[in-house]
């Protein structure tokens, strides 16, 4: 039955609806209303940082809605926007919204989830079911734990609900006895019908399918392969849907390569291709693998995607040829968990090069008892039956959905944090002084905002080192007593970078502009770092660098003198480094090139460093996440040290093996298994050093597009040549003939052994040190030469 108010709803959408048809003679055909709602906000509207307008909930609530609403009490800077996180509406009973939606139409239907403190009700204890249209899409759902498990701060969840045959959509949210829910952010997106009108092939039974148009689904993963991340104002039809990158998904270091469409390539859709579909920027990407048949024939390019035991899901592939042009010029087996599905010729598919087609493959995920994690795998090999022109596979899109069950349920478990996230806690409840200002601040935060465990864990560490952290008015500010950090005046950082005059920019980073300027009346030069308030860095990063540097001193680590957090600035000083950074003296620069034993010292310099912070830093190992040859710098002596702390986490204990944490880092350095596990360990660092080590053999950045694909990656490109006994093929132009050939051995083996994919096999940051230091011995005692 439907209500009088929906009945009122139904007769206001028909006015908006057809209000070009009392306006014409003619008949006219409007778009579908969406709704997009900021909840727990009222008046007028609000607009998010991609510009995208959000309205009042108020109108879509049942007449009988006893909520309330709160704003949030801490804004986590990962936050993409204020609009709609920072405000929620809060229900303590059963209570829907109503939407008027055309009757025969699919919907997307997106929840957004800020899990923390409002009107001082614990994020933890909210737990809740959300009905629509009489399918459950999450019941006893933790925003908290689930946000803490995946350490993210905040979520939306994405569904696909079949049309709505009454014309009126209900969403219901249901608190757990004795709990609460909330919601942030509510979108109803009318889908195009040509989104899910086919229906999928059931893997492993040719003869059976599953019917997409008449079921709901749910969005798991959605990846723009070989390209970058889509915002969803850039997405195709207003469908406003995120596209990530695929890099975290992929499983080895065979990544393959990744390329774009040439200028005069022009993508095209089709009747049965639309815009709707998938966006041009997806289409005109891929990632391949690679140039080498022999390589390519003894590997697969595959995508790991951890899911919910129980259900069926649609693996959707979408694929555009850039390169090809024939038949059976690229022929490739597609796998879903070790199942050929299909062989694939995308000519043969599409007719053109140019024309986008995609394939949906169904498979049910069973439950496997002990398993830890339950995964779908995706992999594409070289049909090397069909003898195709090239051994070589493409994939431009994938998007990965979960179909209901008998039940009309799409809800999974709440996933469980990982046991370093749960320690972390309960070190940081067992040294938090009781009522301490700390204490409440991390217990507000500490409801799904993942960089409370990196507070409490550094709390555990500088609680136990020195008590020289101070809580004044909710935010951080270190005490000078008994410390080595010095809080500087803003008219002080002024005064010696003239107003941060550009001139004196020598340097520009992820957190800010670096300015050369003096400190103690000009008496004093130092290296000024300046947050830039449009930086993906911010808050947490600037708290980092203070808590760690102001604790740790060693030779191989750049010093920091002090701050300032005057007038809503973050200021860094630092010790002036008067040759720069490492890579500045090996590519893209004037400079004079630097003599092998010189970066050899440089290298081994920052291996002492690095290993310092695995080994000798304290209790805990500190893994530094952005090692790069732009955080190596030199002083006027030309000895380096390490910097840029701002990413850096407390690695783990005796007990644990690894960290569970977003990924971060820079691209080109990040070590493939923690991009594909987000689990951090100290042979992070080593990948990553490994890459460091390959820069300062062959000058030449670690991503170099404008090189062919199988050189473009410094990685892959090294690791081909050393595997084919070439090592002379990469060296540096200006050190040939002036190496020591075992110095260069050793050396390279070591770059090689670093950025092993599997991180067992890299070598410790000790053995790394050692062996430098023997190519070093080598160097000094030995006249043998290229």
Known sequence: MISTYQILLLLIYSCLANDSIIVLSAP???????????????????????????SSDVNFLSPSDN?????????????????????????????????????????????????????????????????????????????????????????????????????????????????YAFINGIEVIPMPKDVFQHPATLVGYS??????????LQTMFRINVGGQFIAPNYDSGGLTRTWLDDSMYLLGAAFGVTSKAAENIRIRYSKDVTEDIAPLNVYSTARTMGPDPDVNRNYNLTWVFRVDPGFIYVVRLHFCELHFTKVNQRVFDISVNNQTVEKA??????????????????????????????????????????KPEHYDAILNGLEVFKVNDTNATLAGLNPEPSAM??????????????????????????GGIFCSVLVAAIFVFVHRRSNNWLMIDGDFHTSTIGGHCRRFALWEIKQGTNSFDESNVIGIGGFGNVYKGTIDHGTTKVAIKRSNPNSEQGVKEFHTEIQMLSKLRHQHLVSLIGFCDENGEMILVYDYMANGTLREHLYNTDKPPLPWKKRLEIAIGAAKGLHYLHTGAAKYTIIHRDVKTTNILLDDKWVSKVSDFGLSKIGSNDDQTHVNTMVKGSFGYLDPEYYRRQQLTEKSDVYSFGVVLFEVLCGRPPLKRNLCREQACLVDWALHCLRKGNVHEIIDPCLKGKVNPWCLEIFAETAQKCVSDCGSNRPSMGDVLRNLDFCLQLEENTDTLL
């Open 28 to 54: 006219y055909e409007s778009k579908p209303v969406s709704y997009v709602l900021s909840c727990g906000t009222s008046g007028q509207d609000a607009i998010d940082s991609d510009g995208r307008k959000w």
């Open 67 to 179: 909520s309330t609403t709160s704003e949030a009490r801490f804004q986590d800077p990962s936050l993409p926007s204020t609009v709609p996180y920072m405000n929620a509406r809060i229900f303590t009973s059963k209570s829907s919204y109503s939407f008027i939606v055309p009757p025969r139409t699919r919907l997307w239907l997106r929840l957004h989830f800020y899990p923390s403190n409002y009107d001082n009700l614990d994020p933890s204890e909210a737990y809740f079911s959300v009905i629509a249209d009489g399918f459950t899409l999450l019941k006893n759902f933790s925003a908290s734990i689930t946000a803490k498990a995946l350490t993210q701060a905040y979520m939306a969840r994405e569904f696909g609900l079949r049309p709505v045959e009454t014309g009126v959509l209900n969403v219901t949210i249901v608190p757990f006895e004795g709990s």
């Open 207 to 216: 003869d059976q399918h599953v019917d997409l148009h008449n079921s709901s």
């Open 345 to 386: 010729d995308v000519i043969a598919w599409a007719g053109s090069q140019g024309l986008p087609v995609y394939k949906d493959y169904a498979v049910h995920v069973e439950d496997q008892p002990g398993a830890d994690d339950i995964e779908i795998w995706v992999a594409l090999h070289p049909s090397v039956s069909t």
């Open 421 to 446: 996230l749960v320690n972390a806690e309960e070190h940081e409840k067992e040294f938090s002084p009781p009522g301490s200002r700390l204490g409440r601040l991390l217990g507000e935060v500490a």
